[in-house]
């Protein structure tokens, strides 16, 4: 069983940055692909960004795209989502979910039934 705990989550000013952090457990994380989706209150969860297993591929919302960055550290077993720039409407609890059997090296699953194992979430808060 894949455990995934986030970290860094935050109460930020707009302008801010946070790092949020995804640690998985087990001896595969090299071979998930990793994602990360946010849910605002009374709205739907919806997807961030994505990494395929590989590390080669990744895929942003428009909404976020040139002010997230997602990376990977294969050795610690850790995602990470960079979030530069945030704005109000980015508030929202983030979910880091893995992927365990990608299509293929390249793959970047943007869908949430594509993701088996999700954490308890993190709480960002930008502060207008």
């Known amino acids: 069983q894949v455990q995934l705990i986030e970290s860094g989550g935050g109460l930020v000013q707009a302008g801010g940055s946070l790092r949020l952090s995804c640690a998985a457990s087990?001896?595969?994380?090299?071979?998930?692909?990793m994602g990360w989706f946010r849910q605002a209150p009374g709205k739907e969860r919806e997807f961030v960004t994505a990494?395929?297993?590989?590390?080669?591929?990744?895929d942003y919302a428009d909404s976020v795209k040139g002010r997230f960055t997602i990376s990977r550290d294969n050795i610690k077993n850790t995602v990470y989502l960079q979030t530069n720039s945030l704005k109000p409407e980015d508030t929202a609890v983030y979910y880091c979910?893995?992927?365990?059997?990608?299509?293929?090296?390249?793959?970047?699953?943007?869908?949430?039934?594509?993701?088996?194992?999700w954490g308890q979430g993190t709480q960002v808060t930008a502060s207008s």
């Open positions: 087990g001896r595969t994380f090299s071979t998930y692909a």
């Open positions: 990494m395929s297993r590989s590390g080669g591929n990744t």
């Open positions: 979910a893995a992927d365990q059997d990608p299509y293929y090296n390249l793959h970047v699953p943007k869908a949430s039934p594509d993701f088996d194992h």
